[in-house]
């Protein structure tokens, strides 16, 4: 395939005949240029959300339940044919497309809510469920999910368990690894996995759930999930402040865990090129005068909307008169507060907006955080890449950082003219190599996918790496799970 010059086609696996598709249509309902879809009707199921990846899958398989997945994967298992479950499609790391010419196995039609008890806070779902639908029906019910994030209105929350997102309120809720309860899955063989358990302590021995949390669809697909899902905050306060130094926001993150605790539901970082992009693309005005290098978005969840809000205007007075941070603002509505959101959240959006953009996702100690972005822009400087009043033909528009700071989470984002080899050259491994360097991860929450599965070593011992391949191995022996990502064979 032209998009991946670096990868061939695996000839264990078969091609598909007009026998198979006439099979799959008597199973669900298919796209499929055989029967006479269009190229733009498959190019949104072979196209990621980023425009960077483009598979060439010939069908789509659209099942309406678990059944269904299961038929069609024992069909495929036992006919050699690659498949990729795909959610939502917004993945930042080619995961949900295929590379060459993979099924993909959509799952937008397995979405029932098939239950919620409020006494428990526990919901079980099918996959395909819209993070947002799913959110928006706890919240009738006094409930939230306990993931959200910037792509809510069409990731699926099987795509989400799937890639353990993590997501802006991670700090307070946790990792899905600790509220997911129970997964129902199919295995490549067409097997019914059901491990939907409603319980939260079940010590009856392997943990079979936790290894589909992130797996990205290579040893199963996820049909449905429970989870445990907290109450909905009654008061959540926001709160925007411009930072002098990252020395200086370590110091607000220090205060605001001190003085906020338990009430602390997101500590979220932006640098100012981030937000002079979001200002030039959305055209609005920013909520402080001042411009600094660092700004810090805060939210408080809790229970007592006099005390929340009593307890931010200290901090933020507190931080003021110390000078800790130069300017700040409390959002007086929900309406402010989703606009302040919207500074952080608009981000990846904006990105992409000069022609393209190069993503890291990595987990870096936070004393170091945001060297990692001084030195990258550094470096594709020194290598004549970086636009500047010097250099205006750069193809590097800028380098800038944003992301979970709470959780010690950096998105480096490199948005360029073009997508460009001598780009990704300098980038790649210079920035694993960084990160190896601190003990980091080269993968904190978007997964691995066909953009870092080449770079694992970096994160993983080669020890870890071998378990992880006898693992695909046991569930995925004819590998026709998502091939060419995640950990390699
Ligand atoms: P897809 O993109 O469709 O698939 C992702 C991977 O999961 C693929 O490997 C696919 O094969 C697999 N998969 C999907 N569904 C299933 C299933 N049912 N069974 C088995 N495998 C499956 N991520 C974060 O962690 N935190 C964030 O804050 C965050 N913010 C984002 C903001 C924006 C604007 C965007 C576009 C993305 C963001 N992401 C974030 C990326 C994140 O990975 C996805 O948004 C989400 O978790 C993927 O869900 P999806 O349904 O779109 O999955
Ligand atoms: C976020 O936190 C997402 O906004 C996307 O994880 C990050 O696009 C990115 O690099
Ligand atoms: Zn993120």
Redesign the pocket.
Known sequence: ADSYPEIKRDSRFAELTADDVKHFQSICPILSSETGNSEDELNAFNID?MRKYRGQARLVLKPKNTEDISKILKYCNERKLAV?????????VG??VPVFDEIVIS?NALNNIRSFDPVSGILVAD?GVILETADSHLRKHGHIFPLD???KG???I???V??N????RLLRYGSLHGTVLGVEAVLPDGTILDDLSLLRKNNTGYDLKQLFIGS??TI????AISVLCPQMPKAQNVAFFAVESFDKVQKTFVKAKQQLSEILSAFELMDAGTQSLVAKVTGKKRPLESQTPFYVLIETSGSNPEHDSEKLSTLLEDLMESGDVTDGTLAESETQARELWGWREGI??VLGHGGGVYKYDVSIPLAEFYTLVEDTRAHLASQGLLKSESNPDGVVIDVVGYGHMGDSNLHLNIPVSQYDKRIEKALEPFVYIWIQKRRGSISA???L?VAKSEFVGYSRAETELGVMRMLKKLFDPNGIM?PY?YIKA
């Open positions: 959300w990729v479950p795909q959610g939502g499609n917004t993945g930042l995961g949900g799952m996959a994030l910037g792509a069409s990731c699926h099987g795509g989400n799937a890639t997102a993590g997501g802006l990205e669809g199963g697909i996820i049909t990846p959006e929450e978007h997964g996918g998502n990502k």
